[in-house]
């Protein structure tokens, strides 16, 4: 297989895949290497392909009729596998997570959590790693999907119940 035919494939793979697929995987189906499949989507991506890399691998994601919603938030490291489950606890998706970084402006870091079975899997690849509100003092937003307003009123009640939906100055 050709390299613009493999880029293809790959393209075709993630539109079709309802989850997330990991660069060792796609390698692995293409019989090349992870690295010849980092630089495929890189390529994919600088064409206009809209690929986003998650903690669990490349999606393409698709349009979504739920609500989409933010929320601030403020906890040390410790409060994020509490913060993360009281969302999805409420059947909502964390989509991303951004800071305001003094130099390089909002940083966006995509999750794609929407179970408790994703936030464990996420948070054993954080082992050793800071995340990203360690640039803020812990303040930092997550953008959810959220199936109704009632949803996000349960995730905001609930992290304000837990003091970590942040709403300013104390």
């Known amino acids: 297989m050709r390299a613009g035919e493999r880029r293809q494939a790959i393209l075709d793979y993630l539109r079709h895949s309802s989850r997330p697929v990991s660069a060792g995987f796609l390698a692995e189906r293409f019989s090349v290497s992870r690295q010849a499949v980092v630089g495929d989507v890189a390529l994919l991506r600088a064409s206009g392909a809209d690929i986003s890399a998650t903690p669990r691998g490349y999606v393409i994601l698709k349009p979504s009729q739920d ?3 933010r929320v601030a938030c403020r906890h040390d490291a410790a409060g994020m596998e509490a913060e993360l489950c009281a969302v999805v606890d409420q059947g909502c998706s964390v989509l991303d997570v951004i800071v305001e970084h003094p130099v390089y402006g ?3 870091g995509p999750l794609q959590l929407a179970s408790r079975y994703d ?3 996420f948070l054993s690849r954080c082992a050793g790693a800071r995340p990203l509100s360690d640039l803020t003092g812990g303040i930092h937003l997550h953008t959810l999907s959220c199936p109704d307003e009632d949803a996000f009123c349960r995730v905001r009640e609930a992290l ?3 003091g970590i939906l942040w ?3 104390e």
């Open 106 to 108: 909002q940083l966006t």
């Open 119 to 121: 936030v464990g899997q």
């Open 67 to 69: 609500l989409v919603r």
């Open 167 to 169: 709403e300013g100055e």
């Open 160 to 162: 304000g119940a837990m």
